[in-house]
């Protein structure tokens, strides 16, 4: 007599698949509120390094305003950037193509000070909402208030022209 060969199908049983999706479901509620916290905090440290860049180039921008000997305001300070940056009379930045060395700001000044002090790969800003930008620029108490428009949260940097302090919210 011949032997039969048996076929036997082999695969997952029903309840190995239940498990295996009862356990694959409880590791992304546990994992997925955590990549929703990696990414609010992946903004709040661009927020913090755009804010770092921007207080160095007021800094340097004054460092070269001393550093050539001046002691009164200037317009397109030689040897920082582009060489364009008007600084007051107390040696902060003040604007770049407006030869303007007011402490008082607009939001022309501002987007100027943006620009000439991060150069190259800044940030998009601008005083305008329709044009999507990363920063929205406004100007409150005479100071540039830059908004952080990528996260909805209201965060913000601001410069006073009046003392070179930069002041970080993170909402």
């Not at 509620?29 to 860049?53: K, M, N, V, Y």
């Not at 000439?116 to 005083?127: F, Y």
Request: proline content about 2%.
């Amino acid at each position: 007599m011949q032997a039969q060969l048996i076929k036997k199908h082999s695969g997952f049983t029903l309840i190995e698949l239940v498990v295996v999706i009862a356990i694959l479901a409880i590791l992304a509620a546990f994992a997925l509120p955590r990549f929703a916290q990696l990414s609010e905090q992946a903004h709040q440290s661009s927020i913090r390094a755009t804010s770092g860049a921007l207080a160095a180039g007021v800094a340097l921008a004054k460092t070269q305003w001393v550093s050539n000997g001046f002691t009164t305001a200037q317009t397109d300070v030689q040897g920082f950037g582009n060489g364009l940056v008007d600084v007051s009379a107390d040696g902060w930045a003040t604007s770049v193509a407006s030869d303007d060395t007011s402490a008082t700001m607009d939001a022309t000044k501002c987007q100027e000070i943006w620009a000439g002090l991060l150069q190259s790969n800044a940030p998009t800003v601008s005083a305008v909402p329709a044009n999507n930008p990363d920063y929205l620029i406004t100007v409150a108490a005479g100071d540039c208030v830059f908004t952080y428009q990528l996260d909805g949260q209201g965060s913000n940097i601001e410069y006073d022209a009046n003392t070179g302090e930069i002041t970080t919210t993170i909402n």
